[in-house]
């Protein structure tokens, strides 16, 4: 026999499904009395979006939306909805990340299952603990709007249990920890790991690094439900803490949500442009200056860009870098005498898809050098000869710089062959075909890099703005460990540019007055 309440979730359930306009003339229709209960559905499908929705409407709409916290919201949507993620969040200090995912995403997720556990895990047990004290009181002021209620016996911060729900003998609710504690007969749906490290002196020790990582793959890892996700917020204090070591060994388990307080990639995840702050409305470009000029570059770097540097270089040093930059533009002001790009492309199979190293460089009369662009990326040999030129064309660059160790002189063809399609297309400006020079890098990679760092330690060269994947694989790389792609072609071009007297191809002098009036 149907009930008046079977027929009034039936009724309830076929509102839900109707789209939003629909619902609207429902309500414009409806009775007042209808309207009300019509107005507690709406509230309760706009918690339901999200834990950002569900922020808006329990704060009316004073805790604030952004695009950044709309990546945050959506990934704990997929996890409700029943994916299983490892996502690792880096952003700037009070850009909201914690609140939204150490406080309203979990208050959001018990609401959605409150059979499930949450864990959260910080450097300190106090400050995971401030976590689970909010999300518990939370839930004791608006447990008849948020339709879970704490268990009677159950009231401290650390770890609190849900009532459970009507039939089911599975009972949810949330535990917090100190990173490095233990967690002996805790487990999770949801496992939450907010700032493994306190700072950069704790990242910066060998044997704190070992202990967490430890800690989170016999401890933490091993609490896991079936079918459990993972949060992962971490600054990056040290190129080896637990987001490092994580994206080392296990790269593809991992959906990196990286929001750098300045967008410093083509392949930003909100598709900024380079150099557009993170929540511009909050922190514009004049507060964030103000910041960087305060914190320093470490702290800004690690802090804000989630790019962990070393206090100095190994072959670079910072300071040769940061001290030389000029603004780009400045760049017009300034004749090159030549132009040159270079290309770092993959070695053996080229036309696989790889990184190339893209970089192009110039010099003045003066003598001083200047990096112009890094554009390199993944790329197949389809692609990167077509780059290359391109990026030629665009500083009518009067060479090409490419290596010649991998596949004979197929770098040369692939160029060649670009050059010639852009040209039938008639994309190259009537511009003659840079002249190709090809190295063959049978120097040790230290004996090729130090001449060109030692024109940087005398203020010779200048970065035209800012490039930092580029810059952060010259001071981090060390004698002996894999090439940096970017860093290559940049040497590569740079020593092509070194020499006064490399005009062209090997030491001879072009022929086709392309340098004309470039001195």
């Known amino acids: 026999m149907t009930t008046a309440t079977d027929r009034q979730a039936e009724l309830e359930a076929k509102y839900r499904s109707l789209p939003a306009d629909q619902r609207r003339r429902v309500i414009a229709r409806a009775r007042p009395e209808t309207r009300i209960k019509l107005a507690w559905v709406e509230r309760q499908m706009a918690m339901d979006r999200s834990p950002g929705a569900l922020a808006a409407v329990l704060t009316e709409g004073r805790e604030k939306q952004a695009a950044h916290l709309d990546m945050i919201d959506s990934a704990f949507r997929r996890i409700a909805a029943g994916e299983r993620l490892q996502v690792m969040l880096t952003c700037p200090p009070r850009h909201g990340k914690s609140q939204r995912a150490s406080r309203w995403g979990p208050l959001w997720y018990l609401r959605r299952h409150p059979e499930h556990r949450v864990m959260i895990a910080s450097y300190g047990a106090d400050l995971a603990d401030d976590h689970g004290r909010w999300v518990r009181d939370q839930l004791r002021e608006y447990s008849s709007v948020l339709g879970i209620k704490l268990h009677s016996a159950s009231h401290a ?22 990173v490095g504690g233990g967690l002996t007969g805790k487990g999770f749906n949801l496992g939450i ?52 070591r994580l994206l080392k060994h296990e790269p593809h388990r991992w959906v990196q949500i990286d929001l750098p307080a300045l967008a410093d990639s083509t392949t930003d995840p909100l598709h900024r442009e ?36 070393p206090l100095e270089g190994g072959v670079w040093k910072w300071a040769w870098i940061t001290s030389n930059r000029i603004d780009p533009k400045a760049w017009p002001g300034i004749t090159p005498t030549r132009v040159i790009v270079a290309v770092d492309h993959a070695g053996g199979d080229s036309l696989r898809n790889d990184e190339v190293g893209l970089v192009c460089a110039a010099r003045d ?69 840079p002249s190709i020079i090809e190295v063959h890098a049978k120097q040790g990679k230290r004996l090729r890099a130090e001449p060109i760092a030692q024109l940087y330690s ?62």
């Open 365 to 433: 009369s003066e003598g001083d050098l200047y990096v112009l662009d890094d554009r390199s990326r993944t790329m197949g040999a389809d692609t990167w000869g077509t780059e290359v030129c391109r990026l030629a064309i665009e500083r009518q660059a009067d060479a090409i710089v490419v290596e010649n160790n991998f596949g004979g002189d197929m770098a040369k063809q692939i160029v060649t062959q670009a050059w010639r399609a852009l040209a039938q297309d008639g994309q190259t400006n009537r511009l003659l075909m």
């Open 193 to 244: 790991i907010d700032d493994p490290f306190k700072g950069h002196d704790d990242a910066s020790s060998p044997a704190q690094r070992d202990r967490i990582w430890e800690w989170y793959r016999s401890v933490f890892f091993t609490r896991r439900a079936s079918k459990a996700s993972i949060i992962l917020i971490n600054t990056r204090w040290h190129e080896d803490d637990l987001s490092g």
């Open 458 to 519: 005398r203020g010779l060269v200048h970065h035209v703005g800012e490039f930092t994947e580029l810059e952060g694989q010259m001071v981090t790389w060390l004698p002996g460990m894999d090439s940096p792609d970017r860093m290559d072609a940049a040497v590569h071009a740079l020593t092509e540019l070194a020499d006064p007297s490399r005009q062209g191809l090997g030491t001879e002098h072009y022929g086709d007055q392309r340098l004309r009036g470039r001195r």
């Open 157 to 178: 911060a650390n770890r609190f249990d849900l009532e459970q729900k009507r039939g089911s003998s599975v009972r949810g609710g949330m535990v917090t920890a100190g």
């Open 274 to 309: 380079v150099g557009e702050p993170l929540w511009p409305s909050e922190y514009g470009l004049d507060e964030l200056a103000d910041i960087r000029e305060s914190v320093g570059e470490r702290v800004w770097y690690a802090l804000y860009q989630q790019k962990p540097r």
